[in-house]
């Protein structure tokens, strides 16, 4: 079974910055590409931002140059640095990752999410 517990959340002001992280534990033998999600209240689900096993990284419109993805693999961890918030960044931010274990194939795993507010 694998894990992924994300935190860094919280309460920030316009302009701010938050750093959320993502650590993945379990009988893990790999990871594959990483994401960031989030949801605001009566929206879809949407991708924040990506980044693959090697490193290749994919950003939503409304938040490049802004926000910067990255990952250490020998810790089974993600990193989303997010900077110049804007109060339509306000979210649920949900972890997300491919991950293949000692005993199951590539599959897509989920954390609880952190909530993200920005206040104007």
């Known amino acids: 079974q694998v894990q992924l517990v994300e935190s860094g959340g919280g309460l920030v002001q316009a302009g701010g910055s938050l750093r959320l992280s993502c650590a993945a534990s379990g009988n893990i033998l790999s990871i594959n590409a990483m994401g960031w999600y989030r949801q605001a209240p009566g929206k879809q689900r949407e991708l924040v931002a990506a980044i693959t096993s090697g490193g290749r990284r994919n950003y939503a419109d409304s938040v490049k140059g802004r926000f910067t993805i990255s990952r250490d693999n020998a810790k089974n961890t993600k990193y989303l640095q997010m900077n110049s918030l804007k109060p339509e960044d306000t979210a649920v931010y949900y972890c997300?990752?491919?991950?293949?274990?000692?005993?199951?194939?590539?599959?897509?795993?989920w954390g609880p999410g952190t909530q993200v507010t920005v206040s104007s």
């Open positions: 997300n990752a491919e991950v293949v274990t000692t005993t199951r194939g590539p599959y897509d795993y």
